[in-house]
């Protein structure tokens, strides 16, 4: 018998089950093609864990509660999940979790096609992990390996989706104790993620079809959010081609035949609330009169001693009916609540989205399973359709309900709600179309259709088209006609500029995401060069005068630069003209060359990198880099605060310049539909294939991502057989 997979030939084959058949094409992307979804789980799982078995085991160990096992309390944990800076903060937060069965409680939400893939993942992963061939140094002798079972993977999807919620809390959520006069650390507005997206339909192309622009910004060293790209195919019900998380099955962005999304990260919106708790005791709190008893749970794990023993370490967690208990202070305490503490429906979401054929069904997708935790989605198609959504957990706090209950001062501004726990009228409220209490449905979250464009980079709803900004949603959901961006603000200049000249071509795209044009640089250098003349500053002024106003590896003059911006945006009042909400891209501007803390940051800027022993007119590539097996990798690119869109950012070596990539661009693709069915992509993985250094896909694409070129997809049966460069059958 044999399974006949179009040009590629006849593959030999069992009777029963149909094998799962993995074609590596260059760069070590891999297609695989399935009988059903547990199959296709079952490759996906297996390639994925051969490129990054060690950030899928390691997720693992975090998850369930082990680090302080094998490294000891005091370490800092790995992964992205949480805020936690000990691992016994760590294993004390999922210890928690898991012990209350959270995840468990939530599997019924799960489609029956989502938990197949699951099962086969699992199975994927263990067949690799049974191989016993793993080459990277990070685990291949680990004593923690171990099979990776189906709640793993639950418990992976539910830390990603809390992770931006309590999971930046979790030093709070396991510190704080009844009656502590030091208040727990404050939400930090810094744990987040961001992303670019751009969605042309029609209006904006020159062939009338859909292109899409994915460009998300993700933690370099955060193995449990790797992204890792695939094609995934049943043949006949199932074909999606992109990138998602290692550990994950589906994908959270790419494309199928007909239709492409990507997606943002909404760090406008706050997808939690705290509720001020009225003490009756240290242990207990008032709600309508009524005395209600904090729960107090006590969770043990075991903490590997200096002597290699293991001794368990108990210690309480508090929390109320709103959530976990993060801290107490002058006779009140403050719980907090997740809106995503009951939501496991994610992937549900990431495989309707693979399934839709147009961005209208896309948008539709999103609407009618609402997992996404903290999602934007830019749709657009063959025909070259367009849509935007919004449609994620969001706290039920209507404006009305903010004003009768809200008792920070700083809501309208920071659009944290902090809501009055002793009344139950102030508790969540529910819509009708929502799929679980407490959140705002559908209706009451922003949608958009337009014929044009979109553009995202995580600012708010409000302008996803300067030409139609969008209102009347909740505060909560996030601000409108406030200041956006400098990365907003250069996306649609660039954007505006292009159509411009002409309407975008699939390599007009490409050439706006590399474009590594500094936005702010642009505004400010020539005010900046007369300030460093009036100054005496020398060689420093020569170094931005001839500087190209780019982040290109070759620029001169950037880096010197980028250190004054880190420091005058440190300073208040930088611009002349300030903000106009009736102008939102091109205000604020003008620097303001007088303010004395702006002149003193050009001075300290050009004494450190003196100090340092750094030419003050160094190539950009020279003092922003990555070293893979010992080779020096120059990235191009720029933070988000100097507008760059390309943006990445790295750590700062005050005598080697930005030393390694911290934050920034991982996946990118540009889908250009050339005709109905007719996907043309190209895509880059900036940190590459594979974590693993033995590896031939660990570096491969960071050097074309250093060099602005791009991966040509395989797609079409054609292709993948034509370029086939390895072939694995999994029975």
Same mark, same amino acid.
């Given at each position: 018998m044999t399974v006949a997979l179009g040009l590629l030939g006849a593959v030999p084959a069992t009777a029963s089950p149909a094998p799962t058949v993995i074609r590596y094409t260059e760069y070590g992307i891999p297609h695989i093609v399935a009988k059903d979804y547990e199959s296709l789980g079952y490759g996906q799982g297996y390639a994925a864990a051969r490129d990054n078995i060690c950030a899928i085991e390691e997720t693992a160990l975090s998850t369930s509660a082990q680090r302080s096992a094998w490294y000891g309390a005091d370490a800092a944990p790995i992964g992205g999940l949480t805020r936690a800076s000990t691992n016994l903060a760590s294993d004390l937060y999922f210890q928690h979790l898991?012990?209350?069965?959270?995840?468990?409680?939530?599997?019924?939400?799960?489609? @029956?096609?989502? @938990?197949?893939?699951?099962?086969?993942?699992?199975?994927?992963?263990?067949?690799?992990?049974g191989e016993g061939r793993i080459t990277d140094p990070a685990c291949k002798t680990a004593g923690w390996l171990r099979p990776l079972t189906e709640i793993d993977i639950y418990r992976h999807q539910y830390a990603i989706s809390v992770a931006f919620g309590q999971g930046g809390e979790v030093d709070a959520i396991t510190s704080a104790q009844p009656g502590s006069a030091a208040a727990a650390k404050a939400v930090d507005p810094e744990f987040t993620i961001g992303s670019n997206a751009i969605a042309l339909g029609s209006a904006a192309t020159a062939n009338g079809r859909g292109v899409s622009l994915a460009n998300p910004h993700l933690p370099w060293q955060a193995t449990s959010l790797r992204m890792w790209q695939a094609h995934l195919t049943i043949p006949g019900k199932f074909n999606v081609s992109g990138a998602g998380t290692a550990g994950q099955p589906f994908l959270w962005m790419g494309h199928n035949e007909t239709a492409a999304w990507s997606g943002t990260a909404t760090d406008a919106t706050r997808t939690f609330t705290l509720f001020q708790l009225k003490l009756a005791s240290p242990t207990s709190y008032l709600v309508d009169g009524k005395i209600e008893q904090m729960r107090r749970d006590d969770v043990?794990?075991?903490?590997?001693?200096?002597?290699?023993?293991?001794?368990?370490?108990?210690?309480?967690?508090?929390?109320?009916?709103?959530?976990?208990?993060?801290?107490?202070?002058?006779?009140?305490?403050?719980?907090?609540a997740d809106a995503n503490a009951q939501n496991l429906r994610l992937t549900n979401t990431l495989a309707a989205l693979a399934k839709a054929k147009t961005a209208d069904t896309m948008i539709a997708?999103?609407?009618?399973?609402?997992?996404?935790?903290?999602?934007?989605?830019l749709a657009t198609d063959d025909h070259g359709g367009l849509g935007y959504t919004q449609t994620h957990s969001v706290p039920n706090v209507t404006d009305a309900k903010a004003a009768r209950c809200n008792t920070s001062p700083t809501f309208q501004r920071d659009g944290l709600a902090v809501l009055d726990g002793s009344r139950?009228?102030?508790?969540?409220?529910?819509?009708?179309? *929502?799929?679980?209490?407490?959140?705002?449905?559908?209706?009451?979250?922003?949608?958009?259709?337009?014929?044009?464009?979109?553009?995202n980079s995580n600012d708010s709803y409000w302008i996803m088209n300067p030409a139609q900004p969008l209102t009347g949603f909740a505060r909560i959901v996030g601000p409108v006609e406030t200041e956006r961006k400098a990365r907003t603000?250069?996306?649609?200049?660039?954007? *505006?500029?292009?159509?411009?000249?002409?309407?975008?071509? *699939?390599?007009?795209? @490409?050439?706006?995401?590399?474009?590594?044009?500094?936005?702010?640089?642009?505004?400010?250098?020539?005010?900046?060069?007369?300030?460093?003349?009036?100054?005496?500053?020398?060689?420093?002024?020569?170094?931005? *005068?001839?500087?190209d106003k780019r982040n290109d590896v070759d620029s001169r003059g950037v880096l010197l630069f980028d250190r004054f911006w880190d420091r005058a945006t440190d300073s208040a009042d930088i611009w002349k003209v300030p903000f106009d909400p009736k102008d939102p891209i091109n205000t604020p501007n003008t620097l303001d060359t007088a303010n004395p803390k702006v002149r003193q940051a050009l001075a300290d800027a050009a004494a450190e990198l003196t100090a340092g022993g750094i030419p003050l007119d160094a190539k950009w590539g020279d003092t922003q880099y990555v070293t893979r097996n010992g080779k020096r990798i120059p990235i191009s690119g720029g933070t988000a605060r100097l507008g760059v869109f390309n943006s990445i950012g790295g750590a700062w070596d005050p005598k080697r310049g930005y030393t390694e990539m911290v934050h920034g661009a991982t996946y990118l693709h540009v889908v250009a539909f050339t005709g109905p069915g007719r996907p043309d992509a190209t895509t880059v993985l900036a940190y590459s294939q594979s974590a693993d250094p033995t590896s031939p896909h660990y570096s491969d694409q960071t050097e074309l991502y250093s060099k602005k070129q791009w991966v040509k997809e395989r797609f079409s049966e054609r292709d993948i057989a034509a370029c086939t460069i390895e072939l694995k059958i999994l029975r």
């Open positions: 898991n012990d209350s069965k959270v995840v468990e409680s939530l599997l019924s939400q799960v489609d @029956r096609d989502v @938990r197949d893939a699951v099962r086969g993942y699992a199975n994927g992963v263990n067949k690799l992990l043990t794990v075991s903490v590997r001693q200096a002597d290699g023993s293991l001794k368990p370490v108990t210690k309480p967690q508090w929390s109320s009916r709103y959530g976990p208990v993060t801290s107490w202070k002058n006779g009140v305490a403050y719980a907090f997708a999103t609407r009618e399973t609402q997992g996404l935790p903290w999602m934007n989605i139950s009228e102030c508790a969540w409220g529910t819509d009708r179309d *929502a799929l679980r209490p407490g959140v705002f449905g559908p209706s009451n979250l922003p949608v958009l259709k337009r014929d044009d464009y979109f553009e603000r250069d996306g649609f200049t660039e954007i *505006a500029d292009q159509l411009a000249k002409s309407k975008f071509t *699939a390599q007009s795209i @490409r050439d706006l995401m590399f474009s590594n044009r500094d936005y702010i640089g642009e505004q400010v250098v020539d005010d900046t060069v007369r300030m460093c003349r009036e100054l005496a500053l020398g060689k420093a002024c020569d170094a931005l *005068a001839v500087w």
